[in-house]
Protein backbone atom coordinates (compact mmCIF):
# COMPACT_ATOMS: atom_id res chain seq x y z
CA UNK A 1 0.00 0.00 0.00
CA UNK A 2 1.25 3.13 -1.07
CA UNK A 3 0.59 7.01 0.76
CA UNK A 4 -2.33 5.61 1.64
CA UNK A 5 -3.99 4.39 -1.72
CA UNK A 6 -5.33 0.84 -1.53
CA UNK A 7 -2.97 -0.06 -4.66
CA UNK A 8 -0.06 1.66 -6.10
CA UNK A 9 -2.35 1.80 -9.06
CA UNK A 10 -4.89 3.45 -7.86
CA UNK A 11 -2.22 6.48 -6.46
CA UNK A 12 -0.95 7.33 -9.70
CA UNK A 13 -1.87 7.51 -13.57
CA UNK A 14 1.20 6.38 -15.98
CA UNK A 15 1.10 8.68 -18.98
CA UNK A 16 3.01 7.29 -22.03
CA UNK A 17 3.18 9.70 -25.17
CA UNK A 18 0.63 7.61 -27.21
CA UNK A 19 -2.56 9.99 -27.79
CA UNK A 20 -4.76 7.52 -27.31
CA UNK A 21 -4.01 6.45 -23.97
CA UNK A 22 -3.38 10.81 -22.99
CA UNK A 23 -7.11 10.85 -23.42
CA UNK A 24 -7.60 8.93 -20.61
CA UNK A 25 -5.80 11.62 -18.66
CA UNK A 26 -7.37 14.39 -16.85
CA UNK A 27 -5.82 17.93 -18.03
CA UNK A 28 -3.76 20.21 -15.97
CA UNK A 29 -5.53 23.69 -16.50
CA UNK A 30 -3.76 25.40 -14.20
CA UNK A 31 -5.88 28.28 -14.50
CA UNK A 32 -9.20 26.72 -14.19
CA UNK A 33 -8.87 23.81 -11.76
CA UNK A 34 -7.38 23.27 -8.32
CA UNK A 35 -5.22 20.51 -8.31
CA UNK A 36 -4.56 18.70 -5.24
CA UNK A 37 -0.25 18.14 -5.12
CA UNK A 38 1.70 15.86 -7.48
CA UNK A 39 4.54 15.76 -9.08
CA UNK A 40 4.49 14.63 -13.02
CA UNK A 41 7.75 13.39 -14.28
CA UNK A 42 9.56 14.57 -17.55
CA UNK A 43 12.55 12.84 -17.05
CA UNK A 44 14.22 10.57 -14.71
CA UNK A 45 17.90 9.71 -16.57
CA UNK A 46 21.13 11.29 -15.52
CA UNK A 47 23.20 13.10 -17.80
CA UNK A 48 23.48 10.61 -20.26
CA UNK A 49 19.75 9.66 -21.10
CA UNK A 50 18.78 5.74 -22.03
CA UNK A 51 15.85 4.55 -24.27
CA UNK A 52 13.56 4.61 -21.34
CA UNK A 53 14.70 7.73 -19.04
CA UNK A 54 15.90 11.00 -20.15
CA UNK A 55 17.40 13.66 -18.19
CA UNK A 56 15.71 14.12 -15.18
CA UNK A 57 12.65 16.83 -14.38
CA UNK A 58 9.50 16.98 -13.34
CA UNK A 59 6.10 19.49 -12.82
CA UNK A 60 4.90 20.12 -8.85
CA UNK A 61 1.54 21.18 -9.30
CA UNK A 62 -0.48 22.18 -6.23
CA UNK A 63 -3.82 23.89 -6.25
CA UNK A 64 -3.44 26.23 -8.93
CA UNK A 65 -0.16 26.90 -8.87
CA UNK A 66 2.82 25.21 -11.16
CA UNK A 67 6.68 25.14 -10.97
CA UNK A 68 8.56 23.12 -13.42
CA UNK A 69 11.83 21.83 -12.42
CA UNK A 70 14.74 22.16 -14.27
CA UNK A 71 14.56 21.82 -18.27
CA UNK A 72 16.53 19.55 -20.31
CA UNK A 73 15.62 19.26 -23.99
CA UNK A 74 12.49 18.74 -25.40
CA UNK A 75 10.73 20.27 -22.87
CA UNK A 76 7.31 21.18 -24.61
CA UNK A 77 7.04 17.75 -26.41
CA UNK A 78 7.30 16.25 -22.88
CA UNK A 79 4.94 18.06 -21.36
CA UNK A 80 2.27 17.78 -24.27
CA UNK A 81 2.69 14.06 -23.79
CA UNK A 82 1.49 14.13 -20.33
CA UNK A 83 -0.95 16.46 -20.99
CA UNK A 84 0.38 19.95 -19.50
CA UNK A 85 0.12 22.74 -21.62
CA UNK A 86 3.78 24.46 -22.25
CA UNK A 87 2.34 27.59 -22.73
CA UNK A 88 1.06 27.97 -19.55
CA UNK A 89 4.49 26.95 -17.80
CA UNK A 90 5.30 30.51 -15.96
CA UNK A 91 7.45 29.19 -12.96
CA UNK A 92 10.85 27.37 -13.60
CA UNK A 93 13.29 26.35 -11.44
CA UNK A 94 16.68 25.62 -12.08
CA UNK A 95 18.52 23.94 -9.84
CA UNK A 96 22.31 24.10 -11.10
CA UNK A 97 23.63 25.43 -14.63
CA UNK A 98 24.93 21.64 -15.87
CA UNK A 99 23.53 20.81 -19.27
CA UNK A 100 21.37 17.86 -18.28
CA UNK A 101 19.00 20.48 -15.82
CA UNK A 102 19.00 23.75 -18.32
CA UNK A 103 19.80 22.93 -21.61
CA UNK A 104 16.51 23.03 -23.01
CA UNK A 105 15.15 26.49 -21.21
CA UNK A 106 15.80 28.73 -24.73
CA UNK A 107 13.42 26.00 -26.41
CA UNK A 108 10.95 26.44 -24.29
CA UNK A 109 11.23 30.02 -24.15
CA UNK A 110 10.93 30.13 -27.74
CA UNK A 111 8.04 27.76 -27.78
CA UNK A 112 6.14 30.40 -25.83
CA UNK A 113 6.02 33.35 -28.55
CA UNK A 114 2.98 35.24 -28.66
CA UNK A 115 1.61 33.52 -26.16
CA UNK A 116 0.75 36.68 -23.83
CA UNK A 117 2.05 39.42 -22.00
CA UNK A 118 2.40 36.86 -18.66
CA UNK A 119 5.79 36.81 -18.15
CA UNK A 120 7.86 33.42 -17.21
CA UNK A 121 9.44 33.90 -13.96
CA UNK A 122 12.91 31.57 -13.37
CA UNK A 123 14.21 31.17 -10.40
CA UNK A 124 17.72 29.77 -9.40
CA UNK A 125 21.14 31.05 -8.30
CA UNK A 126 22.72 33.51 -9.16
CA UNK A 127 25.16 31.46 -11.41
CA UNK A 128 22.52 29.73 -13.05
CA UNK A 129 20.82 32.87 -13.85
CA UNK A 130 23.99 34.37 -15.51
CA UNK A 131 24.17 31.98 -17.89
CA UNK A 132 20.81 31.75 -18.57
CA UNK A 133 20.47 35.58 -19.60
CA UNK A 134 23.84 34.93 -21.67
CA UNK A 135 21.57 32.37 -23.22
CA UNK A 136 18.86 33.62 -23.84
CA UNK A 137 20.46 36.95 -25.49
CA UNK A 138 22.67 34.56 -27.56
CA UNK A 139 19.52 33.27 -29.38
CA UNK A 140 17.62 36.93 -29.41
CA UNK A 141 14.85 35.54 -26.98
CA UNK A 142 14.54 39.44 -25.44
CA UNK A 143 12.48 40.35 -28.86
CA UNK A 144 8.95 41.19 -28.19
CA UNK A 145 6.98 38.15 -29.44
CA UNK A 146 8.56 36.22 -26.62
CA UNK A 147 7.81 36.31 -23.11
CA UNK A 148 9.21 38.69 -20.55
CA UNK A 149 12.11 37.05 -17.94
CA UNK A 150 11.54 37.52 -14.41
CA UNK A 151 15.02 35.95 -12.00
CA UNK A 152 14.39 35.60 -8.97
CA UNK A 153 17.59 34.69 -6.94
CA UNK A 154 16.47 31.69 -4.62
CA UNK A 155 19.02 32.23 -2.02
CA UNK A 156 17.80 35.85 -1.28
CA UNK A 157 15.47 34.58 0.86
CA UNK A 158 14.98 31.79 3.35
CA UNK A 159 11.80 30.69 1.50
CA UNK A 160 11.72 32.10 -2.69
CA UNK A 161 7.98 30.95 -2.81
CA UNK A 162 5.03 31.26 -0.62
CA UNK A 163 1.15 31.40 -1.29
CA UNK A 164 -1.34 29.96 1.08
CA UNK A 165 -0.95 26.59 -0.02
CA UNK A 166 2.51 26.47 -1.37
CA UNK A 167 5.71 27.36 0.48
CA UNK A 168 9.08 26.58 -1.32
CA UNK A 169 12.79 26.70 -0.47
CA UNK A 170 16.01 26.52 -1.80
CA UNK A 171 18.28 23.90 0.70
CA UNK A 172 22.24 24.33 -0.24
CA UNK A 173 23.22 20.58 -1.72
CA UNK A 174 27.01 19.29 -2.61
CA UNK A 175 27.03 19.21 -6.08
CA UNK A 176 28.56 22.48 -7.83
CA UNK A 177 28.53 25.82 -6.88
CA UNK A 178 25.62 27.38 -5.64
CA UNK A 179 23.33 24.33 -6.59
CA UNK A 180 20.49 22.97 -4.37
CA UNK A 181 17.78 21.00 -3.54
CA UNK A 182 14.33 21.93 -2.98
CA UNK A 183 11.67 21.91 -0.09
CA UNK A 184 7.84 22.15 -1.40
CA UNK A 185 5.64 22.57 1.61
CA UNK A 186 1.97 22.12 0.94
CA UNK A 187 -0.84 21.57 3.95
CA UNK A 188 0.77 19.45 6.60
CA UNK A 189 3.05 17.64 3.92
CA UNK A 190 6.48 18.54 3.03
CA UNK A 191 8.68 16.85 -0.09
CA UNK A 192 12.53 17.71 -0.66
CA UNK A 193 14.34 17.06 -4.50
CA UNK A 194 17.79 16.78 -3.70
CA UNK A 195 18.65 17.56 -7.22
CA UNK A 196 22.48 16.52 -8.30
CA UNK A 197 23.93 16.28 -5.42
CA UNK A 198 26.71 13.65 -3.12
CA UNK A 199 25.07 12.40 -0.31
CA UNK A 200 24.48 14.74 2.28
CA UNK A 201 23.54 14.68 5.92
CA UNK A 202 23.71 17.82 6.34
CA UNK A 203 21.70 18.74 3.49
CA UNK A 204 18.66 16.50 4.46
CA UNK A 205 18.67 17.63 8.56
CA UNK A 206 18.67 21.21 7.30
CA UNK A 207 15.48 20.21 5.02
CA UNK A 208 13.78 17.92 7.73
CA UNK A 209 11.28 17.23 8.47
CA UNK A 210 10.21 15.88 4.98
CA UNK A 211 7.37 13.15 3.86
CA UNK A 212 8.83 12.56 0.53
CA UNK A 213 11.87 12.48 -0.99
CA UNK A 214 13.31 12.63 -4.63
CA UNK A 215 16.93 12.14 -4.45
CA UNK A 216 19.84 11.85 -6.48
CA UNK A 217 20.20 7.64 -7.38
CA UNK A 218 22.91 8.13 -9.80
CA UNK A 219 24.42 4.59 -9.71
CA UNK A 220 25.10 1.18 -7.30
CA UNK A 221 27.79 1.02 -4.93
CA UNK A 222 29.91 -1.05 -7.48
CA UNK A 223 29.45 1.28 -9.86
CA UNK A 224 30.93 3.97 -7.94
CA UNK A 225 33.54 1.49 -6.71
CA UNK A 226 34.78 1.28 -10.76
CA UNK A 227 34.65 5.12 -11.20
CA UNK A 228 35.37 6.88 -7.65
CA UNK A 229 35.11 10.29 -9.42
CA UNK A 230 31.54 10.34 -9.39
CA UNK A 231 31.20 9.87 -5.68
CA UNK A 232 32.06 14.37 -4.91
CA UNK A 233 29.14 14.23 -7.11
CA UNK A 234 26.63 12.03 -6.91
CA UNK A 235 24.42 9.45 -4.44
CA UNK A 236 24.65 5.61 -5.07
CA UNK A 237 21.44 3.35 -3.75
CA UNK A 238 23.42 1.91 -0.98
CA UNK A 239 23.70 5.40 0.91
CA UNK A 240 19.96 5.91 0.25
CA UNK A 241 18.98 2.77 1.35
CA UNK A 242 20.87 2.92 4.53
CA UNK A 243 19.34 6.43 5.34
CA UNK A 244 16.09 4.95 4.79
CA UNK A 245 16.54 2.16 7.35
CA UNK A 246 16.87 4.83 9.68
CA UNK A 247 13.75 6.86 8.68
CA UNK A 248 11.09 4.43 8.19
CA UNK A 249 7.99 7.41 7.76
CA UNK A 250 10.07 8.52 4.47
CA UNK A 251 8.97 7.58 0.79
CA UNK A 252 11.74 7.88 -1.59
CA UNK A 253 11.24 8.52 -4.98
CA UNK A 254 14.93 7.37 -6.69
CA UNK A 255 16.18 9.60 -9.93
CA UNK A 256 18.52 10.69 -12.33
CA UNK A 257 19.98 7.12 -12.90
CA UNK A 258 23.11 6.20 -15.02
CA UNK A 259 22.56 3.12 -16.57
CA UNK A 260 25.25 3.24 -18.98
CA UNK A 261 25.90 -0.34 -18.14
CA UNK A 262 24.25 -3.25 -18.49
CA UNK A 263 22.02 -4.20 -15.64
CA UNK A 264 22.82 -0.90 -13.68
CA UNK A 265 19.02 -0.47 -13.10
CA UNK A 266 19.21 -3.80 -11.44
CA UNK A 267 22.10 -3.37 -9.15
CA UNK A 268 20.31 -0.67 -7.99
CA UNK A 269 17.07 -1.67 -7.42
CA UNK A 270 18.78 -4.92 -5.78
CA UNK A 271 20.50 -2.38 -3.24
CA UNK A 272 17.02 -0.87 -2.24
CA UNK A 273 15.19 -3.50 -1.89
CA UNK A 274 15.81 -3.99 1.53
CA UNK A 275 13.27 -0.97 2.09
CA UNK A 276 11.48 -1.63 -0.90
CA UNK A 277 7.98 -0.84 0.98
CA UNK A 278 9.47 2.73 1.14
CA UNK A 279 10.62 3.07 -2.77
CA UNK A 280 8.31 4.31 -5.13
CA UNK A 281 9.57 3.84 -8.38
CA UNK A 282 8.35 6.02 -11.34
CA UNK A 283 8.85 6.18 -14.90
CA UNK A 284 9.24 9.20 -17.54
CA UNK A 285 5.81 10.77 -17.60
CA UNK A 286 4.43 8.85 -14.76
CA UNK A 287 2.45 11.31 -12.27
CA UNK A 288 2.69 10.49 -9.07
CA UNK A 289 -0.15 12.71 -6.19
CA UNK A 290 1.19 13.32 -2.89
ZN1 LIG B 1 22.30 15.92 -13.56
ZN1 LIG C 1 24.67 18.18 -12.11
Redesign the pocket.
Known amino acids: MLWGFKSPLAHYSYCVSRSTQIKTQYSIRTTQYEIMAQITFLGTAASIPSKARDNTSFVFTNKKESFLVDCPGSTPYKLLNVNIDFRKIKNIIIT?H?P??IYGITSLIHAQAFRSNEPITILSSTPSIKIIKKLTELFHLNRNQFPRIKFIDVYKTPVFFKNQDTQIQAIPNK??VQSFGIKFSFGKKALLYSS?TCFSLEMLEKASPFDYLIHDCTASSSYFKKYPAIKS?HTHSRQLARYLHKHSDLKLIPVHFLTVEKNEEKRIRKELSICKKQVVWVKDGQRIQL
Open positions: HHDHHTDM
